[in-house]
């Protein structure tokens, strides 16, 4: 398994603005996802975290407005960029081991926009 | 588009009851994984399947894999008010870096003490 945590666990932003948020895991992981899971709803993917290289996006997630960067392989950031209402959500680290089917998730960033 | 659908959405029961929680879809998943999630927190793992027909048990709770890999179900035994969560499962499909979960749209359980 993997233990996972997310800076910062909740924010409330302002309309226009961007939020980076962090994740750090405590062992070396093959495949780090970010989600995105709205107010009710399930899981949507936005994106696998590729080490030293540009994410994945999943369709309907670019970007210029989820920037993604994996420096190394215990860490990766997530940017929201000129927030809007609409992206008020809970944004989820997600870690999976290349070998391994099981996929372990951070606490979760809960993000306000108004 | 692969959907994995989850029923029912919302159980109310009362502490001692046994439930059922399913998941369907017309796909074939190399393996499905069932997730606890309370509030303000994120998805717990409590168990993942591979083999068609797997039945594996974690304490009070059994979980099914369908013979054609399609389905599973999770059934509680004694529900305890500790058993409250949204319960999510999730089918994964294909290899190595193109492995991606697909998520139903969960179960949201509450059980009275």
């Known amino acids: 398994s993997a233990v996972i945590s997310q800076k910062p666990s909740r924010d409330i932003c302002q309309r226009g603005t961007s939020l980076t948020i962090q994740c750090q895991v405590d062992?070396?992981?093959?495949?780090m996802f970010w989600y995105r899971q709205q107010p009710g709803q399930s899981l949507t993917l936005i994106a696998t975290?590729?080490?030293?290289?540009?994410?994945?996006?999943e369709s309907g997630f670019v970007i210029d407005k989820f920037p993604i960067s994996r420096p190394n392989l215990t860490f990766s950031t997530l940017t929201v960029s000129n927030m809007s209402p609409e992206d008020s959500s809970i944004y989820l680290c997600?870690?999976?081991?290349?070998?391994?089917?099981?996929?372990?998730f951070g606490p979760g960033t809960r993000l306000t926009v108004t | 588009t692969q959907l994995l659908e989850q029923s029912p959405q919302f159980l109310s029961i009362q502490e001692g009851e046994n439930l059922t929680v399913y998941c369907n879809s017309s796909?074939?998943?190399?393996?499905l994984q069932w997730y606890r999630q309370e509030p303000g927190e994120g998805p717990v793992l409590l168990v993942t399947?591979?083999?068609?027909?797997e039945v594996k048990k974690l304490k009070r709770l059994t979980f099914q894999f369908g013979d054609a890999r399609k389905d599973s179900s999770l059934h509680i035994t004694a529900a305890q008010p500790g058993d409250t969560g949204l319960y999510l499962c999730?089918?994964?499909?294909?290899?190595?870096?193109?492995?991606?979960?697909?998520f139903g749209k969960g179960t949201l359980l509450t059980v009275n003490p």
């Open positions: 997600s870690v999976r081991f290349m070998s391994s089917y099981e996929q372990y």
């Open positions: 062992s070396q992981v093959t495949m």
């Open positions: 975290a590729n080490q030293g290289s540009e994410a994945t996006y």
């Open positions: 796909s074939v998943f190399s393996s």
């Open positions: 399947v591979v083999t068609g027909g």
């Open positions: 999730a089918g994964g499909r294909s290899g190595g870096s193109n492995y991606k979960l697909t």
